[in-house]
């Protein structure tokens, strides 16, 4: 009898106390949910052996990224619906634990795991051990390298002739070039650099921001990744651009840099990666490499604030398999971090849509190009990529995550003079 759809929605109906919103079609041919819905695919057993050995958020990740689980339709679309079963249901879990009490889903349960099999399958080989986060110089390589060393052939695919990987300044409906170029453009006018100054560039990725810099304002720049891949592709595009002379990139963490004191600073992207112990550490580092009245411009992820900090958690699916060891904080705490290292806050803008709009660029890249983008990685690789850019668009979409620039200086002890212009934001 193919009925293992129907026995699949049931349980989860009963398990969430709502009608799920999708469709599900099982291994067996079997279909159950509204009929217009986008369609859950349920592939084997195994997919059905990962949610019940690990209910949620993870469960689905691996067998998504393992192909045991799909969705034909608007991915956006299904990812939006999930969202508010999972995500936006928060951390409460009585509901759950309430249903589990009753009779006749626990009978249900107990029929899943003998038709799924009783063994939880091995975690697919994309995850990432998880580990407590340390923020070593040791355990930051090993992370940023997880991450970034996949290929630079990959990431020209995703990310496209810009190689920028963070948030576009979108105008109108303008290519993701122009975008990615306004966004360097706006940070170098906000920083205001100005021929013969240096510039650091912590977290330099490909190159971009240090090319743009030195090509389009003639500052010397000094670009710093813990990618080795990275490294290798920044270098060869800054000797094609003929800037060997004013543009240096080091496969080096930001702590290691001692030959301050630079005009201005760029981290654009890499806060993320810094940790919630660290941070104040990040912030006086580059302090100290800043010259008095140098500006710095982070650029950076943050998280809505919680009413208990202490309940904060990494989000399982991107400490697993996107990005190990990375912690978001609300733009607040970053504010107060800051200028607990000294540093005058003078400006923060928000451009949370623009990520929202960058993202589904991204997933387009790669959806066009998928066949070669398994090629070129792995086909769990590459699911991966696709789900945490689409549900990521959906979080900058719905406020549930943001994007800040904030703007800080280092002000003159003596004088407080911060060289800034009296009315703000000439740099739009």
Same mark, same amino acid.
């Given at each position: ?26 291994? $067996? ?17 195994? &997919?059905? %052996?990962?949610? =019940? ?24 679309? &299904? ?19 309430? !249903? ?41 390589? %090993? !992370? ?8 630079? $052939? ?38 205001? =650099? ?15 921001? &240090? ?27 800054? &000797? ?67 009413? $208990? ?10 400490? !697993? ?6 912690? =978001? ?36 890249? =790669? ?49 407080? !003079? ?7 934001? $000439?740099?739009?």
């Amino acid at each position: 009898m193919q009925d293992a759809a129907l026995r699949l929605k049931s349980l989860v109906e009963q398990l969430l106390g709502a009608p799920l919103p999708l469709r599900i079609r099982a291994w $067996d041919g079997s279909e159950a949910g509204p009929p217009a819905a986008p369609v859950l695919v349920v592939r084997n057993r195994r &997919a059905v %052996r990962r949610l =019940l050995w690990k209910p949620g958020e993870l469960g689905l990740a691996r067998a998504w990224v393992a192909g045991d689980l799909g969705v034909e339709g608007d991915l956006y679309a &299904a990812l939006d619906l999930m969202s508010g079963l999972l995500w936006e249901r928060g951390e409460d879990a009585r509901g759950v634990r309430e !249903a589990l009490r009753d009779p006749e889903v626990r009978a249900a349960l107990r029929g899943l795991v003998k038709l799924a099999g009783p063994l939880p399958p091995a975690p697919p080989a994309e995850e990432v051990r998880r580990r407590r986060h340390l923020h070593t110089k040791r355990s930051d390589r %090993r !992370a940023i390298s997880h991450h970034y060393d996949v290929g630079n $052939d990959f990431y020209e695919i995703v990310l496209g002739p810009s190689m920028v990987y963070s948030c576009a300044y979108w105008e109108d409906d303008g290519s993701l070039e122009d975008a990615q170029r306004d966004k360097l453009e706006l940070i170098a006018r906000k920083l205001d =650099l100005k021929a013969g100054q240096r510039l650091l560039d912590v977290g330099c990725g490909w190159g971009s921001m &240090a090319i743009h810099a030195a090509r389009e304002h003639g500052v010397s720049v000094v670009g710093v990744t813990l990618s080795q891949e990275q490294a290798a592709y920044a270098r060869k595009r800054v &000797a094609d651009e003929g800037l060997t002379d004013r543009v240096e990139i080091r496969v080096q963490d930001y702590r290691d840099v001692t030959d301050g004191p630079y005009d201005a600073i760029s981290s654009i992207g890499m806060a993320e990666h810094v940790g919630a112990e660290r941070y104040l550490e990040y912030a006086e580092t580059l302090r100290r490499l800043l010259r008095p009245g140098g500006r710095l411009l982070n650029h950076q992820i943050a998280r809505p604030p919680r009413r $208990d900090e202490s309940a904060y958690s990494v989000d399982e699916f991107i400490d !697993a398999y996107v990005f190990p060891d990375g912690e =978001l904080a609300p733009v607040g705490t970053t504010v107060t971090q800051l200028e607990r290292a000294g540093f005058e806050v003078r400006d923060v803008e928000s451009i949370r849509e623009h990520y929202a709009l960058t993202l589904r660029r991204w997933v387009v890249n =790669l959806e066009e190009q998928w066949t070669r983008a398994v090629r070129l990685t792995s086909p769990g690789r590459a699911r991966v990529w696709r789900l945490y850019m689409a549900a990521s668009a959906l979080a900058f979409e719905h406020n549930r995550i943001g994007v800040n620039q904030v703007l800080a200086v280092r002000t003159p002890e003596a004088s407080g !003079a911060s060289g800034m212009p009296l009315r703000a934001r $000439d740099w739009n």
